[in-house]
């Protein structure tokens, strides 16, 4: 019979202050992740294993793969954590753990875990919406953000405009009716054999390019709210197939037109609505020219702008721990049975859009 690691059954440390010390794991796609994060802002550790290697062959992630990967690193990514901020399980208040949306398997992972975690160490366990993650993880970075915030959610799987009332409180302005901004990204990447993952290398391509290929902007000045990019990324597909122009000025084309459609599709709802901010999270946010742009329409309307440190933008624990250690305060724990969930919206009551936005 094995005993039971040490970080899981040492006492725990007396800690200065009453800031609340959140665990936090994230598995919901191809990033492995724990951090300790206190309820002041403060990460005391976080732990990340990618994933990138194993499925570049394949331009894309593999759900089996990503879910058998999470299975072998976490555990040791949690001890690693604990170790690098000084303390054990017993010092947590909470266990904070992505439920959803995600890949299943991967989400399994993390939640399971967070599951065990919590009933060996007698601790609250806070289900965390992986979007609710990326929607509070600027008020991790920036203490001055308050709400309601207008919030550009924009990753691989997501593109929406949400209203940020509060904690567990958003109502979505826009969604996209087919693909996700980052999953043009992607897409463009692998149709111009940049490889995975996609957004990185489209951003320095296009670092090296001019934006002179004529491509399409989708709903742009639209009365419609939402976001299209399905026609964009198939006439990147024709732009390519043309063998007019380098890969670089497609590239510079792509991320412009993108970038415009965000910027036009957000300029609309800075127009109806009441916020405190203009904020960016999320994947794409962590891209230079779409900061820039949405800083520079920020700064139109007169509001501050506000979006996490790169590194905070892509999938991470820390976002988990911050949203965890966020519900937390409010008052919002999870039994151990709650299920683990492939789509969860944030404002289960918003109107179904056309195509592929009745998932949104």
């Known amino acids: 019979m094995t005993s039971s690691p040490a970080w899981l059954v040492l006492p725990g440390k007396a800690r200065r202050g009453k800031s609340v010390l959140i665990l936090g794991l994230e598995s919901s796609c191809d990033e492995t992740a724990a951090a300790l994060v206190t309820g002041d802002r403060r990460i005391l550790a976080h732990k990340l294993a ?34 690098e901020a000084g ?16 890949l299943i398997g991967g989400v399994m992972v993390g939640l399971v875990t967070g599951k065990a ?6 601790k609250p366990l806070v289900a965390v919406n992986h979007l609710e993650g990326h929607a509070l993880s600027p008020r991790l970075a920036d ?19 949400l209203l940020v009332e509060g904690v567990d409180r958003y109502r979505r302005l826009a969604t996209t009716i087919d693909d996700a901004a980052g999953e043009a990204f992607d897409k463009t990447a692998k ?24 491509l399409p902007r989708p709903l742009l000045g639209s009365p419609e709210p939402h976001f ?37 599709r957000t300029r609309r709802q800075l127009g109806e609505v009441e916020a405190t901010a203009l904020v960016v999270a999320g994947g794409v946010a962590a891209n230079t020219a779409v900061r820039s742009a949405l800083e520079a329409l920020a700064g139109d309307y007169h509001l501050p702008f506000s979006v996490p440190p790169q590194w905070l933008c ?43 936005g009745v998932k949104a």
């Not at 570049?56 to 604990?82: K, M």
């Not at 203490?143 to 405009?161: A, M, R």
């Not at 965890?324 to 944030?346: I, K, M, Q, S, Y």
């Open 143 to 161: 203490p001055d953000l308050h709400f309601p915030y207008l919030l550009l959610l924009v990753s691989g799987g997501h593109c929406q405009l």
């Open 117 to 122: 975690l919590a009933h060996a160490a007698g």
């Open 50 to 83: 990618g994933q990138e290697a194993a499925h570049a062959p394949y331009g894309g992630v593999v759900p089996e793969i990503a879910a058998r990967a999470h299975v072998e690193v976490l555990e040791p990514l949690v001890a690693a954590s604990l170790e």
């Open 228 to 264: 299209s990019f399905a026609g964009l990324k198939s006439a990147v597909l024709r732009a390519h197939e043309a063998g007019t122009w380098s890969k670089e000025d497609i590239a510079a084309s792509f991320q412009q037109a993108a970038v415009d459609c965000l910027v036009d």
């Open 191 to 214: 149709i111009l054999g940049f490889g995975f993952p996609g957004g990185p290398a489209v951003e320095r391509a296009a670092a090296a390019g001019q934006p002179i290929v004529p």
């Open 314 to 356: 892509t999938d991470n624990a820390a976002m988990i721990a911050w949203a965890g250690a966020e519900r937390f305060a409010a008052g919002l724990t999870d039994p151990l049975d709650v299920a683990a969930r492939p789509r969860w919206p944030l404002d289960p009551d918003a109107e179904k859009v056309r195509g592929a």
């Open 87 to 102: 303390v054990t399980l017993a010092d947590v208040d909470a266990i904070a753990a992505t439920a959803g949306p995600g």
